[in-house]
């Protein structure tokens, strides 16, 4: 219960920072579908759904949503988040059906169904508002504008630096940030899908990145070593007609005295 308790209040102190218009969301996969049964007010969909609408239903209404393959989510869907295997059956039926839509043919799909990054499939999966406790994340889902996320980023490279890589796999994509960084345990930022657009009501404006829980406090420790510089969201404009070097000053005075 204390990681838990740590982890909500690093999450709010984050949204506060970044000005975050919508929650962090936390997604954990659990190995039978009875563990849901330990998480207060957890609700199911009696619905046909995607994937793509349970961040919404987290990030921007405050629900945990609980997910098992027996729900009427697509299948496409559990053989992405963590709640069916893929099968070369399987593959070879969603390459026949992706190449009358995304790809130009069921050989180009198939590569992208090779290219997916899948979680290991489990008894059932939960996301919750991180803020609200429920229980202890594996993964973190953080919704933003590019430069509230690039300075996310970047306070994950203050503390330590490393080259973020960028993928992108078409639709789908929360293989890209979810699926990524669960399996690789890196951040893994997206662009997030046609479905997510279209059916997760995520506006045009914002991108995804999925961290490893763990990888929260050093992310906002970073911030807040860049927000001393001077360097902090919302990003104070220059401008292209003005002599830069008053406002740069204030963050690389050695460099910019005159």
């Known amino acids: 219960m204390e990681q838990i308790e740590q982890l ?51 990030r921007v209404n405050g629900f945990t949503v609980g997910l098992t393959k027996e729900d009427p989510v697509s299948e496409r869907c559990t053989r992405l988040c963590g709640l069916r295997p893929a099968t070369e059956e399987s593959k070879e039926a969603e390459s026949k059906q992706l190449a009358t839509t995304w790809f130009g043919t069921p050989e180009q799909a198939m590569e992208q169904q090779e290219d997916y990054p899948r979680i290991p499939p489990g008894g059932a999966i939960v996301l919750a508002p991180l803020t609200k406790k429920k229980f202890e994340p594996e993964t973190l889902l953080i919704y933003g504008n590019p430069a509230q996320l690039m300075m996310l980023m970047c306070g994950l490279q203050k503390e330590k630096y490393e080259q973020f890589w960028f993928s992108f796999i078409g639709e789908g994509a929360c293989s890209d940030s979810l699926g990524q960084s ?58 292209p007609s003005l002599d830069p070097r008053p406002i740069l000053a204030r963050s690389y005075p050695d460099q910019h005295k005159g």
């Open 8 to 58: 909500a209040n690093l999450g709010a102190e984050l949204e506060d920072m970044l000005r975050l218009q919508t929650k962090i969301i936390a997604y954990r996969r659990l190995e039978k579908a009875e563990e849901l049964d330990a998480i207060k007010n957890v609700a199911r969909m009696d619905h046909f759904f995607t994937f793509c609408q349970v961040p919404f239903l987290v």
């Open 182 to 239: 669960y399996v690789t345990g890196k951040p893994a930022l997206s662009i997030p899908c046609y479905g997510e657009r279209a059916m997760g009501s995520v506006t045009n404006d914002e991108i995804c990145l999925a961290i490893p829980a763990g990888e929260l406090e050093r992310a906002l420790n970073g911030l807040k070593r860049l927000h001393k510089t001077g360097l902090r969201y919302p990003i104070s404009y220059i401008g």
